[in-house]
């Protein structure tokens, strides 16, 4: 049994964590003793979907939480309510200046059948603090856990029955503000939908090829990488795309600086696990002090169980191609792979480069360390093996 | 009289030109001929604001502009309609992944009661560019400039009667699929909102303080600040916060690298006139090849009209704090603006760098250089000087 100390309860490195400027908002925040819920009629109820046919975010489970905010009131009360459009304003600031911000999580059936939810405070921690560097204002992350724990209670029978599949949510906050002009936006939203997702790797493993092309670059130092905002996200549609039809790459490596370090895989954390310089096996991963890489809630939790293994080393530091490459001429390089809610880990076995085809053994001998980090966190996920990082729903 | 040739028709720099790749959307466009007009009952008309209490982005005319796409059907039917809320499922793409685009742009009326748009063939330009990098759909970009005519002359008493004030136009772009991944929205919706703007100068021109803080950076090489993306505003909402709060600064000034390059003011381009170090009167502008630098159009129009006086050096190039602190202490900094479609110039007095205050000389004598440019172009907006740039509405 792995045990986890509350003393690992989320804090984000100093470097990533907002302060608030006085005019944002009003200090309080919402409560869950406040929470009105409205429940759907049965005939309101959607289908549940094929559990073996998910696509990926297509599909939505019946209820939503909403809660309102706007400059003059503060916030408003929280509400469970059946998924229903929103009307705005066409000037609302979330469409011109992407005054958005998102998290993604999960509630899963373990073994016992019950129903958890994995680190929510991590959420928590990382939404608020993106809340704030957006200039939207802060809130109470316990009270937004129990708005959602309430939430998926509600929605219970969307969670899959299944120690593959999971109920995804995605709490999101846009600024609403019907007027044009780059200012904070006094009124928003605050609002949590969810859905049910498939087993990432229905048939085993699939390894993926990455393109690593040094002329784009995914966040910069002084920019917002850091923070789980939706202007990291659009830019990099267009390149995702030229990857796939391109290079028939599924995702991109994003690489930064003139050294060309790896910070991330698509929209994961990277990790890379082989024999150091100093004849060292090490686990490495980008560190969060440069604030180009997002605290990834997956890739804390895979550093804080490799740590725990203690035959390894773990670091956060940056790494480049060049290691990458010298590594692989002398056969050092053992795994390689992106780390993040949607997959857990996602192991690499290709990367286009400068014009070559970098192969990358991960699935050499099976992918022993990507494997062991799977598995021991999904035995967390799916309550086989008990944890404090689980928090149970009702 | 200025004659301007029409072979300065907009024409981006390659370095910015979009290729469109395959699967983004069919090569076709909407076309003016099929716009249906659906005007507002004479009860829905709303009350036109008091002309001299404009704030900017808060009074909107009583129509809008609406043309659907989906990447099945294509480009649906333009309609101009009363404006009226968008109703959007809660998974958006525009709400998650900042799937949005914009452009700033005004209608006049000139001297002569004419109404006219100043250069909307390259705000169409941008436009255009920037949805291919947002890989949103492509469009012909005469058709829209037709469209946009017509709302403009369906609304033409939202045209202020004054030769100082407009009515500003905010064509938009947004990807609306309801479903969560980061991927190419299959749905998108392309529409035009507009209402009246004061002078922005009502009592004559009132220079601004800017925060240089290099910690702060907007842009970067490899990423999209050359593009009207919705991505490039979030981020820098918080960091305006601080400038004015902290240091009662107006706007900030973005800098760039480790020499410090000045590259925009606020959400303008910045000007600098000053005496160089070969002793030329020079008026420069950062260039556009670097992509880190918005393609103005008021930029590109100062540039223009400069270089038709002949008796300055009008040049591109970058230009960092040393340059600016090394030509004020040897009284060579003459003046420094930023330039955008909301204030044509805005002169700058002060900037806060690194803990000092630098008094830029910009008014000292009335701005002779900054105050030709507003001039020069706002004889031309008014049409009190007769240019290609303008057309006509209706």
Known sequence: MISIQRSVRCVLPRALRMRQLSST???TSFKFSDLEVQQCKP?????????????????????????????????GKPVICPVHNFSFHPAAKVFHYAVELFEGMKAYRGYDQKVRLFRPDCNMERMRSTAIRSSLPDFDGDEMIKCIQKLVSVDKEWVPHSTTSTLYLRPTFIGTEPSLGVSVSREALLYVISGPVGPYYPTGFKPVHLLADPKYVRAWEGGCGAYKMGANYAPTINIQLEALEKHHCQ????????????TEVGTMNIFMFWVNEQGERELVTPPLDTGIILPGVTRRSLIDLARKWGDIKVSERTFNMKDVTKALNENRLLELFGAGTACVVCPVEKIIYQGDDLHI????DGAPITMKLYQELTDIQYAKTPSDWMVEVD
């Not at 995702?251 to 790896?262: D, F, N």
């Open 25 to 27: 908002s009003s200090p």
């Open 251 to 262: 995702q991109v490596l994003w690489l930064y600086g003139p050294e060309h370090q790896l």
């Open 43 to 75: 005939n309101e109820m959607a289908p549940k979907p094929d559990p073996n046919n998910l696509v990926f975010g297509h599909h939505f489970a019946d209820h939503m939480l909403e809660i309102p905010w706007n400059a003059d009131q503060g916030w």
């Open 361 to 364: 053994p991960t699935m050499k």
